[in-house]
């Protein structure tokens, strides 16, 4: 589950983590009135979406009046902000982040996460900040550094004090720097988060370290126990067929692509999306219907699937081991006939009960291609397809 920036300022404003002063706002009015509140200018407004590169496409401006700062909230309320995170069709702004504005010295990265090659929280650091952290990972990977951290001890002073030197931080910074690395640590301990990502972190003129911008990203499984953090969701934000397929167990992620997938096992589903492309299709999306899957929930799945207008056919991949060959056939069956499958469908069954599916589907009365392997399967969907288009 990912969360507003200004969501992620206030969980880390709890843990002492020094963050600009600054309020949400939904519209021009209150951002001109908060900029007064916050004291004397400049003062920065930041269009709030679930997306990076934001400042590029002009969803963050300075402003040095609270005339100025009105302005901005007129223009950014209710524009479509493209990023390159959000795609061409971009997401809609429906509210700003009105800030202090500081003098800006130099600007650092930082990431908490979980590395899976060491089973470990790591912090990953770098003295070249700002917008194009992307690119310097790409072009000088060599300017970033990464420090794992014992999960038994958890991030000790000394691995702060390491990270804050390797940064070049002066001594002044360096007692600045200890406590905030370790407090971020908690952050992303505590409230199970899967990112934590502060671009940048910028050293002030003054001689501060500020977190101007944060991204917190949480572990959907842990949300039983933050409820405060489950309840900052934003589904205006999230795909309407993901949030649809949470509701019946099922995971889905929607591609690019036109060959709609149903699958049970994530492995499996890769190993499909795989062999689609390498017979020349494109995947529309990920969907796992899991082991134990009932027939409501793959007809749920098959609906999520045709509600995408991309999708000109269905590849059903199933090895029966808890789930059984005859439900997934029985399930595609009954989708078909709900819905009203017109692109081509071929499914692919083995394992528990394999016989009795392949019965049920060929005794439909539907137009179902049955396919006898894994190869087989992606070749017949995307022949049909192309043929289709």
Same mark, same amino acid.
């Given at each position: 589950m990912n969360i507003h920036e200004y969501q992620a300022k206030e969980i880390l404003r709890r843990y002492g983590v020094p963050v600009p002063d600054g309020h949400v706002v939904y519209n021009s009015n209150s951002a001109r009135d908060w900029a007064k509140r916050l004291g004397e200018g400049p003062w920065v407004v930041k269009a709030q979406i679930h997306a990076?590169?934001?400042?590029?496409?002009?969803?963050?401006?300075?402003?040095?009046?609270?005339?100025?700062?009105?302005? #901005?909230?007129?223009?950014?309320?209710?524009?479509? #902000?493209?990023?390159?995170q959000t795609g061409p069709e971009g997401k809609h702004v429906k509210r700003v982040l009105v800030e202090k504005g500081c003098n800006i010295d130099k600007e650092y990265y930082l990431s908490f996460l979980v590395d899976r090659g060491t089973s470990r929280v790591?912090?990953?650091?770098?003295?070249? *900040?700002?917008? /194009?952290?992307?690119?310097?990972a790409e072009e000088t990977p060599e300017q970033i550094f990464f420090e794992s951290i014992d999960p038994l001890i958890g991030m000790a002073?000394?691995?702060?004090?390491?990270?804050?030197?390797?940064?070049?931080?002066?001594?002044?910074?360096?007692?600045?720097?200890?406590?905030l690395?370790? =407090? #971020?640590?908690?952050? %992303?301990?505590?409230? /199970?988060?899967?990112? #934590?990502?502060i671009n940048p972190l910028v050293l002030t003129k003054e001689g501060n370290l500020l977190c101007i911008d944060a991204k917190l =990203? %949480?572990?959907? =499984?842990?949300?039983?126990?933050?409820?405060?953090?489950r309840d900052m969701r934003d589904y205006d934000e999230e795909d309407h067929n993901e949030i649809e397929a949470s509701q019946y167990d099922l995971s889905y992620i929607a591609l690019d692509g036109n060959i709609g997938c149903l699958v049970n096992?994530?492995?499996?589903?890769?190993?499909?999306?795989?062999?689609?492309?390498?017979? *020349?299709?494109?995947?529309? =999306? %990920?969907? /796992?219907?899991?082991?134990g899957a009932t027939i409501e929930r793959v007809t749920e799945a098959f609906k999520i699937i045709l509600s995408d207008a991309k999708v000109k056919g269905i590849l059903v991949n199933i090895f029966g081991?808890?789930?059984?060959? /005859?439900?997934?056939a029985t399930g595609v069956i009954e989708a078909a006939k709900q819905v009203g499958v017109k692109v081509p469908l071929v499914v692919r069954l083995e394992g528990t009960n394999v016989a009795k599916g392949k019965q049920l589907l060929a005794e439909s009365g539907l137009n179902i291609l049955s396919a006898d392997g894994m190869a087989d399967a992606a070749e017949k969907i995307v022949k049909a397809v192309r043929a289709a288009a």
């Open positions: 990076g590169g934001r400042g590029k496409g002009g969803g963050v401006k300075l402003a040095r009046t609270p005339d100025e700062v009105k302005k #901005l909230a007129v223009d950014m309320i209710g524009m479509t #902000l493209v990023t390159h790591t912090l990953m650091a770098s003295a070249a *900040g700002g917008m /194009d952290i992307e690119k310097v002073p000394f691995q702060a004090r390491k990270v804050a030197f390797k940064l070049g931080l002066g001594m002044a910074q360096v007692k600045q720097a200890v406590p690395l370790m =407090n #971020l640590y908690r952050v %992303f301990v505590e409230e /199970d988060c899967s990112l #934590l990502e =990203n %949480f572990d959907d =499984n842990a949300l039983f126990r933050h409820r405060v953090i096992g994530a492995g499996l589903a890769m190993a499909t999306m795989d062999i689609i492309k390498h017979y *020349g299709g494109e995947p529309a =999306n %990920f969907l /796992d219907v899991g082991g081991g808890i789930m059984k060959c /005859d439900v997934i």
